[in-house]
């Protein structure tokens, strides 16, 4: 019978094997997966134990960790809350992180593998581990004038303002409304912690959204920045082309026709390219569209960031040109060319065309951790400016941003002026469904000659009277807050 | 063959008290770190711990050396290690789920209480079966008893259905699992019945496959034990307990009759059980699905993510004792210590306590293979074979090897029963191992004067 028992004692063998590499698996491989799984209790309780690092704008901290006195060691805290917490994010012991908080969560805590040698020195000398701190690019003055714009048009108010500096992609403010406190959401009293989350996330006009890179709505006439791209690049055009204009766009069989804005004729037919992007000429831009055509008119905008996702680190939203349908009729190819159809775009994705115009055509991908530092303030990372296409030639961005100047010059985008300093921009007032006000979009730049911030500005509704919405009259304001911020 | 050598058989019970003191200090330095590692203080009560364990150790190995003295020196210090771990560990448990609420039970002292009981089982055993064939003649006395064990829980009154399962029975304060001393007896009966058999048996049937399979009209005892096992599944909800049961009777009919088909019939019935058992119970199921993918249902798998998190948060070299957080898994003391042991010890003291279970195997096996008594084979062998099988289901369940099903890890489990019939696999396996290697009755009288003695009479 000895046979037999030693084949058993192969398959006990085979059976201890399996368990011992199983808890290799587990402990040493998957480890680190399991650990930055959401509801983790035990790594929940061990990064509200220990010293989290801070969140840096300016030297300042906007996402602290004090010591406290009850069940964890520490408590986080932001002390402009609501101002900033599109971009902390919030650190809970519930709902985990969000945001920045999310994605810098290894350097905050201090777990990062860069900070081995910390914990290792930290463990000998018997040091509490502490958590590294990140710096954001954000210019707390501009994040400031972004925030108190928009509050200015009433708390009601939903919309989102984006800034970047062209010239290397850094994100200068990141602004939404509503937004939330983060500290409800941090705090040690879990009931209130809950509460606060239940009320947050019934709430129909969405705080914890982040409008400025979530929010993919028609971006309405500020789109025809990038057909006007596309028909410069492609049908080589410059300012002084004659497109058509007139009062309504027909379509050769189609009863369908595309008037302008307010029943205006664009001031006659044909016009120059400079007077239709002024006057926002739908019949030019859907004419134009439509000479461009479909492929290229999404290759353009994909070449300004259109189709991917435009940042890492915060939760954002690709903006697209067309939805589910491709192969456009001529009709809805025309609607897609003045950013209306099935055109989608976030306030970040706005903010690049503008600043892609400004910086001769060369898009920067937009980032918002400038550096991160291990607990020493020893830097560790510094982000580095990365070119994410060439939208267009430097010539044709040159001409594009020049008609850009004189849409605030002299056209809709007058708000947006600033004496003495040479503003672009565009305003886009876009439809939205049926019996629902428009969306307001402002897009910009300054100064012209060197630009220095590029802002989108997106209003989706608005507290109170609802119907007299327009993208120069209420984007404008707020977009020369901004660029006044940046440029002081 | 030991009685044609001229070496004397060596008995090594100084080794064996050697291994059982660093057992035991092993265990109480269990002791003193989870005392440092929760309240940053060496408890003041270790003493009354070093003493009790010693006095349990030294017990039970003074037992061996006087009931069993060729007995395999390595099993009780192997197994002792594990219960000190085990007591450690559970100790460990009460302080962490008191401090979340102080009203919930603490095990400890009933553990230790349990562990003197089981030794005390141990020096029973070996002072009761001085031979193991005696209980060769009562192979069908065990057979109904253990059906008799196994029906108990269903006896209303003192059945008991605790979270699903319906496996204790309850006797004034007392609360039994009978399934612990179900399977010793199952495993004697196996044997008894097997070894006169196995010849009817392992008459060859069809070949298939270069595999003999079974003539069918011998599959009459494979289907009986079958159809118990799926009747503790059934009427039991006791998925473990079915699965280690029939998994004992087919190894050793396996190694009774020597024909692999066996094994063959074996998984084609366990694949209709199983299939079974998923299609007609909703808790199948479930278990069934934490383990493919437990993050797809985090309210009902919170107990396996709970384990994984732990081992995880562990990692390679653990929380240390009482500084990680295993009281957050729900019966962390009993089903998932393993889990608990993961968590505080790392990898590397799981990896440690799997060895050790893998030499209790390795042991046992040995002691199987060296039995001269088919008898002595099949009930070592399937003593071994349960134990192994057993440390699989419940290690390989909480780590997500296998679908999880409850059975306590040996030794370490909090649970009177399951410790006190361990004890006593663990003295039937001494008592067959000193057989084996006790030298033959003929040499052992040869005194030196009988040197010159050419022909014995």
């Known amino acids: 019978m000895n046979k037999p028992i030693r084949i058993l004692a192969v398959a006990c063998l085979v059976m201890f094997v399996g368990l011992l590499f199983n808890v290799n698996y587990i402990q040493a491989f998957e480890a680190d997966d399991l650990n930055g799984r959401d509801g983790n209790r035990r790594v929940m309780d061990e990064q509200f134990s220990r010293e989290r690092g801070a969140i840096l704008v300016d030297g300042t901290a906007i996402a602290e960790s004090v010591p406290s006195n009850d069940r964890w060691r520490f408590q986080r805290q932001y002390p402009e809350g609501a101002l900033y917490a599109p971009l902390t994010g919030y650190f809970s012991y519930i709902y985990g992180q969000s945001a920045i908080e999310r994605s810098q969560n290894d350097i905050l805590s201090g777990d990062d593998n860069r900070l081995f040698v910390n914990r290792v020195v930290d463990l000998l000398g018997n040091q509490e581990p502490q958590g590294g701190s990140v710096e954001l690019t954000i210019d707390p003055v501009a994040q400031r004038a972004a925030a108190e714009g928009l509050r200015d048009l009433g708390e009601g108010t939903r919309g989102a303002v984006a800034a970047i500096d062209p010239q290397t992609g850094a994100i200068l403010a990141l602004a939404t409304q509503p937004s939330y406190d983060p500290n409800v959401l941090a705090s040690h009293d879990l009931q209130s912690t809950q509460d606060a989350w239940d009320q947050l996330t019934a709430d129909a006009n969405q705080p914890m959204t982040n409008r400025a890179t979530q929010a993919t709505l028609p971006p309405g006439s500020t789109f025809k920045l990038v057909t006007a791209a596309a028909a410069m690049e492609n049908l080589d055009l410059n300012p002084d082309s004659q497109v058509k204009g007139g009062a309504a766009l027909t379509f050769p069989g189609k009863t369908y026709t595309l008037p302008n804005q307010g029943g205006g004729n664009c001031g006659g037919d044909p016009i120059t390219l400079r007077q239709a992007l002024e006057v926002s000429c739908n019949v030019s831009f859907g004419d134009l569209a439509n000479q461009v055509g479909e492929d290229e008119l999404v290759e353009q905008a994909e070449k300004f960031g259109f189709g991917t996702d435009p940042i890492s680190g915060i939760a954002a939203n690709e903006s697209l040109v067309t939805g589910e349908s491709s192969d456009l009729e001529d009709t809805q190819l025309a609607q897609t060319g003045i950013g209306q159809y099935e055109v989608t775009a976030t306030p970040l994705q706005m903010a690049m065309v503008a600043a892609g115009i400004a910086n001769d055509g060369a898009v920067m991908k937009p980032y918002l951790v400038d550096t991160v530092r291990a607990p020493n303030l020893e830097v560790l990372e510094t982000t580095e400016p990365e070119r994410l296409s060439e939208a267009m030639n430097a010539g044709k961005a040159g001409q594009l941003k020049d008609m850009m100047v004189s849409v605030v010059d002299s056209g809709t985008g007058r708000p947006a002026a600033i004496p003495g300093v040479q503003v672009g921009g565009k305003t886009g007032t876009a439809e939205s469904a049926e019996g629902r006000p428009p969306y307001a979009w402002f897009v910009g730049f300054a100064p012209a000659n060197d630009p220095q911030v590029a802002v989108a500005v997106m209003v989706e509704s608005l507290e109170g009277n609802t119907s007299d919405i327009g993208g120069g009259r209420l984007g404008g304001p707020i977009a020369r807050a901004v660029m006044e911020a940046i440029l002081r | ?457």
């Open chain 2, 1 to 457: 063959m030991s009685d044609t050598s001229p070496l004397a058989p060596r008995k090594r019970r100084g080794a064996e008290l050697v291994l059982t003191l660093m057992a035991v200090v092993i265990g109480v330095f269990g002791y003193i770190a989870v005392g440092l590692g929760t309240t940053g203080a060496i408890p003041t009560d270790t003493y009354r711990l070093i003493g009790g364990l010693i006095l349990a150790a030294v017990g039970a190995h003074l037992a061996v050396r006087r009931f069993a003295p060729y007995a395999d020196p390595v099993l009780l210090p192997l197994v002792l290690c594990l219960n000190g771990l085990g007591l450690a560990m559970i100790h460990r448990l009460d302080m962490g789920r008191q401090a979340i609420n102080p009203d919930r039970a603490a095990f400890a002292t009933g553990q230790v209480i349990w562990t003197f009981v089981g030794i005390i089982a141990f020096t029973a055993v070996l002072v009761l079966v001085r031979d193991h064939r005696r209980l060769q003649g009562f192979t069908y006395t065990f057979g109904l008893v253990a059906i008799g064990l196994l029906l108990l829980p269903l006896i209303p009154g003192i059945g008991q259905e605790i979270n699903g399962a319906r496996i204790w029975i309850r006797l004034g304060p007392f609360s039994f699992q009978p399934g612990e001393a179900a399977k010793v007896c199952l495993a004697i009966f196996f044997a008894g019945y097997l070894v006169v058999k196995r010849d009817v048996l392992a008459l060859a049937g069809k070949r298939l496959l270069g595999i003999d399979l079974p003539r069918g009209r011998d599959l009459g005892p494979i289907l009986l034990g079958w159809l118990i096992s799926v009747g503790i599944l059934v009427f039991q909800r006791d998925l473990g307990s079915s699965l280690l049961f029939f998994g004992l009777f087919v190894v050793v009919l396996f190694v009774a009759t020597e024909r692999p088909g066996w094994l063959v019939v074996g998984a084609l019935l366990f694949a209709v059980g199983a299939w079974f058992g998923y299609t007609a119970f909703g808790h199948v199921r479930v278990r069934f699905e934490a383990w493919l993918d437990p993050f797809s249902n985090p309210d009902q798998n919170g107990q396996i993510i709970s384990a994984l998190f732990g081992l995880a948060h562990g990692g390679v070299l653990g929380r240390g004792w009482g500084l990680g957080s295993p009281e957050l898994t729900p019966f962390s003391f009993s089903d998932f210590i393993l889990a608990s042991l993961g968590e505080e010890l790392g990898l590397t003291g799981l990896m440690a306590v799997l060895l050790i279970y893998g030499l209790v195997v390795e042991r046992g096996l040995r002691i199987a293979l060296t039995c001269r008594d088919g008898f002595g084979k099949l009930l070592g062998i399937g003593l071994t074979m349960s134990f192994a099988i057993q440390v699989f289901i419940v290690a390989g369940g909480v780590t997500r090897l296998i679908p999880l099903t409850g059975l306590t890890a040996p030794f370490l489990a909090q649970g009177g029963s399951s410790i006190v019939m361990n004890w006593a696999i663990i003295a039937l396996l001494l008592r067959i191992s000193d057989q084996t290697r006790r030298p033959a009755p003929k040499t052992s009288r040869v005194d030196a004067d009988d040197q010159t003695q050419v022909v014995k009479l």
